[in-house]
């Protein structure tokens, strides 16, 4: 499966060796935790779960704390 993705501001082209891609294999691609990162598809937070097609419109956002 071929995934547009946007992330840090650049939308990037991801490619899965599976039909099924969820949003945890998405953040797995980029290195990312659940703890650091969510992922929102079609404008809605995704769990991590949840499976996506490659017609989502896709945005990895990486989480911001301080203090």
Do not use: C, W
């Not at 992922?39 to 996506?52: I, K, P, S």
Request: net charge negative; aromatic share 8%.
């Amino acid at each position: 499966m071929i995934l547009k993705v946007k992330y840090r501001g650049k939308e990037q082209i991801i490619e899965f060796d599976k039909d099924s891609v969820t949003v945890k294999d998405i953040l797995n691609y980029f290195g990312l935790s659940p703890e650091h990162a969510f992922v929102a598809v079609n404008g809605e937070l995704a769990q991590e779960d949840d499976t996506v097609r490659e017609k989502d419109n896709i945005k990895v956002i990486n989480a911001i704390s301080g203090g």
